[in-house]
C-alpha cells in the first residue's frame, strides 16, 4: 500500500492506494482511485522514501469515472440506485466509497457513453457532479 498526496502542500490529506510492487520503489496501481488525479488503475508509479506517489512513469490507457453525490439532493437515494444498476449492468471493475462516491474504470477501448445517458441529466439536475480522469 503506498499514498498520494491529495494536500497541495497545505495539510496532511492523503490517498491510500492498493498496489502490486515491481521493484524497490516502483508499483503498479492495483484500484480505483477516487480522488488521485493523473493516476488509474494499472498505471505505474514511483514512490518516495515516505511511500507517497511521486509520479507516474507508465501509463495504460485506462481512465477512472468518478461520480459524487450532492448529499442534500432529494434525488440522492434514486440517483445512486441508478447508478448502481448502471455500473453491475456495464461489467465494468468499479467501487464504492461509503457507499456514496463512485469510481469506474474504464480500459482502452471501454464506451463510456452507457454512463453518460445517465449521468448527464441527473447532473443537470443537480443530483451529482462527474468527470473522467486519464
Known amino acids: 500500500m503506498i499514498h498520494a498526496d491529495l494536500s497541495d502542500g497545505l495539510d496532511d490529506c492523503r490517498e491510500q492506494l492498493w498496489t502490486r510492487q515491481l521493484t524497490e520503489d516502483t508499483f503498479e496501481?492495483?484500484?480505483?482511485?477516487?480522488?488521485?488525479?493523473?493516476?488509474?488503475?494499472?498505471d505505474v508509479v514511483t514512490i518516495d522514501s515516505n511511500h507517497l506517489v511521486k509520479r507516474a512513469v507508465r501509463k495504460y490507457g485506462h481512465r477512472t469515472l468518478r461520480v459524487a453525490p450532492v448529499v442534500e439532493h432529494a434525488d440522492r437515494d434514486q440517483a445512486h440506485e441508478l447508478l448502481y444498476g448502471k455500473a453491475v449492468d456495464t461489467g465494468l471493475p468499479h467501487e464504492w466509497l461509503q457507499g456514496t462516491y463512485l469510481a469506474v474504470d474504464l480500459p482502452p477501448g471501454s464506451d463510456v457513453a452507457p454512463f453518460v445517458e445517465v449521468l448527464e441529466p441527473l447532473a443537470q439536475a443537480g443530483a451529482l457532479h462527474w468527470e473522467i480522469d486519464y
Open 29 to 42: 496501481v492495483a484500484c480505483l482511485p477516487f480522488f488521485t488525479y493523473g493516476i488509474c488503475y494499472r
